[in-house]
Nanobody, 122 residues
Framework: VQLQASGGGSAQAGGSLRLSCAAS????????MAWFRQGPGKGREFVAA????????DYADSVKGRFTISRDNAKNTVALQMNSLKPEDTAIYYC????????????????WGQGTLVTVSS
């Protein structure tokens, strides 16, 4: 499985950005997908996850109500819509895939994308 993240960039506080991750895998719906981030001087943290069919999602408390994870199994993509951005959302964002969603929730994954930088200014 290869994951290619895109969509990072700069935004003002209160603004929006949309990240996308394309997966090269034959059975995309077999994989739960997640987004993680690593801010300056911080460890990697879980942001959001979505089940294989897209009906189940989970979010970190810090992004609930502001970020939305979604997937398109026909296109093998997962997206993260980020609204009401805050300076503390500044980080490199990584998409990840694993067949076991609880592993993603615990910060582990079999496959990782290369990361895309999001910078939010106040």
């Amino acid at each position: 499985v290869q994951l290619q993240a895109s969509g990072g960039g700069s935004a003002q506080a209160g603004g929006s950005l949309r990240l996308s991750c394309a997966a090269s895998v034959r059975t995309f719906r077999d994989y739960a997908m997640a987004w993680f981030r690593q801010g300056p001087g911080k460890g990697r943290e879980f942001v959001a996850a979505i089940g294989g069919r897209g009906s189940w999602t989970d979010y970190a408390d810090s992004v609930k109500g502001r970020f939305t994870i979604s997937r398109d199994n026909a296109k093998n993509t997962v997206a993260l819509q980020m609204n009401s951005l805050k300076p503390e959302d500044t980080a490199i964002y990584y998409c990840a895939a694993d067949k076991l969603i609880y592993r993603l929730q615990r910060g582990s994954a079999d496959y990782w994308g290369q990361g895309t930088l999001v910078t939010v200014s106040s």
